[in-house]
């Protein structure tokens, strides 16, 4: 059986969820809060310290190849400023997450999908969102980019699910590919806070920095009530679990929300 938000799974039902698959998602989210909540224990308790020290968000490759100019190319088209921002923060918050849990990345598979992961939000992909989960209309597209430009199939399978599996609640490390795991916590970190307490605040700051947040809360918000969504799928499954409450309750918003550009 197919694994929720493999490419498989998402091919074979366009990215809506079948009853189990909606218990599922429920079961995920329980597990994701029981982590956060351990996590801060932990924290508190003094954990961690290793894998803090291992964070610094100067040592960030930034890739650059004719597929990461295309990407930057599609996000300036179809993203308005404060979503293209918060894909570049997805990209740089999930290297962070590589170097907190020690993980090798493929930084150009990363890029490409943090860039092109909620192309389904936008005006250009609607009507296809209307009626597939968006995270499978941005994998698809995702995955063209890198086949019309010759990428072996692991790579293209690689780029689809980190995009088709970040609205997963909860991604084991042990059983998922490094690109689809940090892309997942990401943009869970950016869009709701989750395991912010794990990171050092100035390399949270660092990134915001350069990508500020500013508008980002109200385009969230109005992803999930303007755009849309396919019955069944992710963002209506979400949304009916209180998503929108989560993500209008980010303490980044709080901590971060007033930065601006250094060049300002």
Not at 73 to 80: G, M, P, R
Not at 111 to 134: E, I, K, M, N, R
Not at 153 to 172: C, D, G, K, T
Not at 180 to 203: E, F, K, M, N, S
Request: hydrophobic share 40%; net charge neutral; aromatic share 8%.
């Amino acid at each position: 059986m197919a694994k929720l938000g493999s490419m498989e799974w998402g091919e074979r039902s366009d990215g809506i969820l079948s009853p189990t698959e909606r218990m599922q998602m429920l079961g995920g989210i329980l597990r994701a809060q029981l982590g956060e909540t351990l996590s801060r224990l932990a924290r508190h308790l003094g954990g961690y310290r290793r894998q803090r020290l291992r964070i610094d968000p100067e040592r960030i490759p930034v890739p650059e190849s004719a597929v990461t100019r295309l990407a930057d190319e599609l996000a300036s088209q179809h993203y308005d400023e404060p979503l293209r921002l918060h894909c570049l923060r997805t990209y740089f918050f999930g290297q962070l997450w590589a170097q907190f849990h020690g993980l090798g990345i493929d930084a150009e598979t990363l890029y490409v999908a943090s860039l092109l992961h909620d192309l389904g939000l936008t005006p250009g992909f609607h009507q296809q969102t209307a009626c597939c989960g968006f995270a499978i209309v941005g994998a698809r597209t995702a995955r063209q980019v890198v086949a019309e430009r010759q990428w072996p199939p692991e790579r293209q399978r690689a780029v689809y699910e980190a995009i088709s599996y970040h609205l997963n609640p909860y991604l084991s490390l042990a059983h998922h590919e490094p690109e689809a795991a940090c892309l997942q916590r990401g943009a869970h970190l950016d869009v709701i806070g989750a395991g912010h307490h794990l990171l050092p605040d100035t390399a949270i700051a660092h990134i915001h920095g350069a990508y500020p947040r500013t508008g980002f809360r109200e385009a969230i918000l109005a992803s999930l009530s303007d755009v849309e969504h396919a019955r069944g799928s992710h963002a209506s499954v979400l949304a009916s679990f209180g998503f929108a409450r989560l993500a209008s309750r980010n303490p980044l918003d709080r901590r971060h929300g007033d930065h601006r550009p250094a060049s300002e």
